[in-house]
């Protein structure tokens, strides 16, 4: 292995693509909760599903948010020094999360950081999916650090907000 290095994931929700036909994502959905359901894993189809879903070619036009969260990571990145850095997505978009943890393992990362753009308590890809995944990749590799830049602090969400807010307020 490599000299051990410091990694960040950022993940995002991601989206669905505006040409992915919607009763892929409707089967998908229904697979999604019958697991669930019955707290089964997930079958063959669905594993299919998903993957064909994530994998959807992608331009601007046919996924915005795929855009806008590679334009906040490219920024991010800039402030964290060199650290290695990948993003990826909770559903609907690749790389999964452990996809981009890999990535960075074989890069030499043995230290990773994971955040997501997701900053409100209550949310079950930030407060349950997310620490699940997490969890496995720990026992999968346990040389390497994964720590979860979670939860967020309310009084720093609430003040970029407010920053945001300020910046079209009509000055008196």
Known sequence: MKTGRQGVVLVGHGGIPKDCPQELVTTLKRLEAQRRATRQPPSSEELALNATIRRWPRTAET??????????????????????????????????????????????????IVTTTMFIPGGVHSEREIPEILARLRSLYPHITIRYAWPFDIDLVASTLAEQIRRFMISS
């Not at 990571?73 to 981009?100: D, H, K, M, W």
């Open 63 to 112: 996924d915005p948010y795929l855009f806008g969260l590679q334009a906040v990571a490219t920024r991010l990145q800039a402030q964290l020094n060199g650290v290695l850095f990948g993003i990826a997505f909770n559903e609907f978009c690749a790389p999964t999360v452990e996809e981009s943890i890999q990535a960075l393992i074989d890069q030499g990362a043995t230290d990773v």
